[in-house]
């Protein structure tokens, strides 16, 4: 079946360090959603990409979604206390198009 | 807008028992999906219900089940449940009607199975 792989699986950054989590896909993606799960919480919607080689910005998010609709990347710029907590990238997959869920990557941030 | 609730926030149960989950969703949204999630596997999709019927089903086994009310409120139950059911259960709505929609989560449901 679909699977959806992310790298890494944890990173820890020194505050105002860069960070980039990296999303792959096994089959070709209509298009790709990033969420973020503080510790403790629930996954909350960040964005949505559709478009081959498609970037996008939030403040100091950066995402990309590649040529060939297979893989995505979420870079944050200066990280903050904030950032800390997992990334997951999700793409429809299957014949019924249900929401696949990569495998995240945790981010921890030390000030 | 109220957001997606979800009922209870923790149980506690023991091999064997069954459980039931409750999950509200945001008011106008006709679809509810639910997920597993384990510190091992990951988020893992359980089924989602739309209209009252079920449209997408995981690869779980026929122990874990759902419904969805005439309200889209839906319930999910487990039965004899087992040490690897505990996990985060987590509901998420959305509209149904296009695909690729963004999700709404609930805060989850802390299942711990002794």
């Known amino acids: 079946g679909q699977q959806v792989m992310q790298i890494p699986q944890y990173q820890h950054v020194q505050e105002g360090e860069d960070f980039t989590t990296y999303c792959n896909s096994s089959?070709?993606?209509?298009?790709i959603q990033w969420y973020k799960q503080r510790p403790g919480g629930h996954p909350v919607f960040l964005i949505q990409?559709?478009?081959?080689?498609e970037v996008k910005k939030q403040k100091r998010l950066t995402f990309q979604f590649g040529e060939a609709k297979k893989n995505s990347s979420l870079h944050i710029t200066a990280t903050q206390t904030t950032d800390v907590g997992t990334y997951f990238c999700?793409?429809?997959?299957?014949?019924?198009?249900?929401?696949?869920f990569g495998t995240g990557t945790l981010l921890a941030v030390q000030p | 807008k109220a957001g997606v609730t979800q009922t209870p926030r923790y149980l506690i149960k023991t091999r064997g028992q069954q459980v039931t989950l409750s999950c509200s969703p945001i008011?106008?949204?006709?679809?509810v999906s639910w997920y597993q999630q384990t510190p091992g596997q990951g988020l893992q999709f359980l089924f989602e219900?739309?209209?009252?019927?079920?449209?997408n089903k995981g690869n779980f086994p026929g122990r874990f089940s759902g419904r969805q009310f005439s309200n889209s409120r839906s319930e999910m139950n487990v039965s004899t449940l087992e040490l690897g059911d505990s996990a985060l259960y987590l509901c998420?709505?959305?509209?149904?009607?296009?695909?690729?929609?963004?999700?709404?989560f609930g805060s989850g449901t802390q299942l711990s199975v002794l």
């Open positions: 999700a793409g429809p997959g299957g014949a019924t198009n249900k929401l696949i």
């Open positions: 998420a709505s959305s509209p149904g009607t296009g695909q690729g929609e963004k999700l709404f």
């Open positions: 990409l559709v478009k081959s080689g």
């Open positions: 008011s106008g949204h006709r679809s």
């Open positions: 089959t070709t993606l209509s298009n």
């Open positions: 219900y739309f209209s009252e019927t079920q449209r």
